[in-house]
C-alpha cells in the first residue's frame, strides 16, 4: 500500500506541474493540434514518469547529501512500507493496538476508484443501449444513429447521434460537420484517456482540470477548422447559442456544452499565434526533465556491487522490517518467515528467503542464536548465496567507519547501513577464499553501536 501512494502522490504531483506550466504558457496560444498532444503526453508522462528509473549520475549526486556521519553512525533515511504480515514475533511485550490509518485510506482510494470506474462503464453502457434501440444509418465510416429527444447532438468514436427531427436543414449540416470532424480527428480517445486518468485519481483537483482542457482544447480545434473551411463565423456562433445546453450527462462524448460557449467564441476572436511565440514549447523539455528527477525512481544499483547483510541475535524486529526495506530499495526481497524472541528479547531463532530476481532464491533458518551468530546473504553479479560465512576480518572491515560512506563508484561502494545487530546494504568486505556458504567464523568483534 505504501508504495501505492507514494506512486499516486507523485504522478498527481507530476500532473500538476505539467498542467500548471501549460495553463501559464501555452493554454492562450493557438498552435491547437500542439497543445492536443501536450495535453496526451501530460497524462502518459503524469503516469509513467514515477514508474521510469532516474539516470544513475543523477542517482550518485543524491546519494553523496546522504553520507553516515564517520563519529557517529546514523540511520539511512527509510521508510518501512512494506507489509509485515509474514513476521511473527514471538515477544512477551503486549502490542499496543492502533488505527491502521494506511488501510483506512487506501480503502477509500478504493471505493472512489471503483465509483469513477462504475460511472465511466454505465456511461459506455447507456451509449451502447442508445446504438442498439435506436434507428440508424452508415454513412461512409460513420454510424448515425438517430434517437429522439436527447439534450443535444453528441459523437463517440465512429458514432454520431442527433434527433434529426430538432433541427432547420442549415443547422443540421452544420452540427454533421462539427461532429464529422470530432470523429476524423479521434478526438474520442483523448476524451476516454482523460477520463481513466479521473478513475485513477479522482481525488485529485488537477485531474479534473485536466479533463476540462482537453475537453475545451478539442472544441477549439473543431471551431477551427470548420472556420478555416469556409463557414460563416458570425453564422457558427450564432448556431452555437442555439444548440448549446446547460449540462450533458455523457462526459465520455464530445458534446455541445454551453459552459464552454464563452471561451470557444473568444478563441476564434483571438489572433492567430505567430511563429515566433512557438519558442515556450522549448521550455518543456528541461521542465519534463526536472520533474522526472524530482518524481523518478531511484536508479537501482549496480548489479556488479556485492551486496551483503547481516542479522545477529541483537537484532530487533524493527531492526528486520528496516533490513527489508533496505533489500527493497537494493532490488531484492527479503520474506521472513519465521521471527522468534526469547524471554531476554533477543532473537532467538530465524527463518528467512532471500529473493534475487532472475538469480533464483535462498532460504536459510538459524536456531539457538549465541551472541555472536550470524546469519548472511550476499548477491553480486556472479553468485548468490545465503548462510553463515562472515569472518572477523570482514568484521574488522564492517567495523571501519571509512567504509559507511555512499557516492563511490559501483565498484567500491561499501557499507549503506549500519547498527548494533544488524547491518544491510552494498559492503566492501569479500568472502575469504575456500569458506563455504554454511561454515560458521570465528567471533567477530563487538559491532559498533
Same mark, same amino acid.
Given at each position: 500500500m505504501g508504495e501505492l501512494f507514494l506512486y499516486l502522490g507523485k504522478s498527481g504531483l507530476c500532473l500538476s506541474l505539467l498542467l500548471l506550466f501549460f495553463v501559464i504558457f501555452l493554454q492562450k496560444e493557438t498552435f491547437l493540434k500542439l497543445n492536443r498532444w501536450i495535453l496526451v503526453a501530460n497524462i502518459l508522462l503524469a503516469l509513467t514518469l514515477p514508474l521510469l528509473e532516474t539516470?544513475?549520475?543523477?542517482?550518485?549526486?543524491?546519494?553523496t547529501k546522504t553520507e553516515i556521519?564517520?563519529?557517529?553512525?546514523?540511520?539511512? @533515511?527509510?521508510?518501512?512500507?512494506?507489509?509485515?504480515?509474514?513476521?511473527t514475533p514471538m515477544s512477551k511485550k503486549n502490542?499496543?493496538?492502533?488505527?491502521?490509518?494506511?488501510?483506512?485510506?487506501?480503502?477509500?482510494?478504493?471505493?472512489?476508484?471503483f465509483i469513477f470506474l462504475l460511472r465511466f462503464l454505465a456511461q459506455l453502457f447507456s451509449i451502447f443501449l442508445l446504438i442498439i434501440f435506436n434507428k440508424k444509418e452508415q454513412k461512409g465510416k460513420i454510424f448515425f444513429i438517430y434517437p429522439r429527444g436527447i439534450l443535444a447532438p453528441f459523437s463517440f468514436f465512429s458514432f454520431l447521434f442527433?434527433?434529426?427531427?430538432?433541427?432547420?436543414?442549415?443547422?443540421?449540416?452544420?452540427?454533421?460537420?462539427?461532429?464529422?470532424?470530432?470523429? /476524423? /480527428?479521434?478526438?474520442?480517445?483523448?476524451?476516454?484517456?482523460s477520463e481513466l486518468l479521473i478513475i485513477i485519481q479522482w481525488f485529485n483537483p488537477f485531474a479534473w482540470w485536466h479533463r476540462k482542457l482537453v475537453e475545451t482544447n478539442l472544441e477549439y480545434l473543431v471551431d477551427q477548422n470548420l472556420l478555416k473551411n469556409g463557414v460563416d463565423k458570425k453564422t457558427y456562433q450564432y448556431n452555437l447559442l442555439q444548440i448549446a445546453v446547460p449540462n450533458y450527462p455523457y462526459s465520455l462524448a464530445t458534446n455541445y456544452n454551453s459552459s464552454l460557449l464563452k471561451k470557444r467564441i473568444m478563441m476564434m476572436q483571438q489572433k492567430k499565434s505567430s511563429t515566433a511565440q512557438s519558442w515556450k514549447y522549448f521550455l518543456l523539455a528541461p521542465v519534463i526533465l526536472v520533474i522526472w528527477m524530482a518524481f523518478g525512481s531511484p536508479h537501482s544499483k549496480d548489479i556488479d556491487t556485492p551486496f551483503i547483510s547481516i542479522i545477529t541475535a541483537d537484532a530487533s524486529e524493527e531492526d528486520i522490517l528496516k533490513t527489508q526495506e533496505v533489500y527493497r530499495k537494493m532490488g531484492e526481497t527479503l520474506v521472513v518467515n519465521e521471527l522468534k524472541f526469547d524471554d531476554n528479547d533477543r532473537l532467538s531463532s530465524l527463518n528467512i528467503t532471500s529473493i534475487s530476481g532472475d538469480k533464483g532464491e535462498c532460504t536459510s533458518s538459524m536456531d539457538g542464536f549465541e551472541s555472536y551468530n550470524h546469519l548472511?546473504? @550476499?548477491?553480486?553479479?556472479?553468485?548468490?548465496?545465503?548462510?553463515s560465512f562472515l569472518s572477523a576480518k570482514n568484521f574488522e572491515m564492517i567495523g571501519d567507519t571509512k567504509n559507511w560512506k555512499f557516492g563511490l563508484p559501483p565498484a567500491a561502494r561499501p557499507c549503506a547501513v549500519i547498527r548494533s545487530g544488524w547491518l544491510a546494504g552494498p559492503i566492501t568486505a569479500r568472502t575469504p577464499a575456500g569458506r563455504s556458504p554454511n561454515s560458521h567464523g570465528s567471533p567477530p568483534p563487538a559491532s559498533p553501536s
Open positions: 539516470p544513475s549520475w543523477f542517482s550518485n549526486i543524491v546519494l556521519s564517520e563519529s557517529k553512525p546514523e540511520f539511512v @533515511e527509510v521508510a518501512p512500507t512494506l507489509d509485515n504480515k509474514n513476521i502490542p499496543i493496538k492502533k488505527l491502521n490509518w494506511e488501510a483506512i485510506i487506501f480503502l477509500i482510494y478504493l471505493i472512489g476508484f442527433i434527433d434529426r427531427n430538432a433541427y432547420d436543414s442549415s443547422t443540421f449540416q452544420q452540427i454533421i460537420a462539427h461532429e464529422t470532424t470530432h470523429i /476524423q /480527428q479521434r478526438h474520442s480517445w483523448d476524451i476516454l484517456l548472511i546473504y @550476499e548477491r553480486s553479479s556472479r553468485k548468490f548465496g545465503c548462510g
